[in-house]
């Protein structure tokens, strides 16, 4: 994200809270090699309170049993 690429990538990081994305681990795509490998998919932003944001973030998951 880039929010404010002087607290990114400056010589300091930030702690602030600029924004989450929630999902349902259920929803996560479940594959069994030699399938193909799952494509990233955009999620939206929500604030503290739970107010969705303009930015969307492009996350994959996966899970190791």
Sequence with gaps: MD???????GSEFTDEF????VFSISDVPIRVPPDSSLAPQ???????????LQGELMISVWMAK
């Excluded at 929010?3 to 990538?9: I, L, N, Y």
């Excluded at 600029?18 to 994305?21: A, D, L, N, S, Y």
């Excluded at 604030?47 to 969705?52: E, I, S």
């Design 18 to 21: 600029m924004g989450r994305f």
């Design 3 to 9: 929010k404010d690429k002087d607290r990114v990538v």
């Design 42 to 52: 955009w999620y939206k932003l929500e604030n503290k309170h739970g107010v969705k």
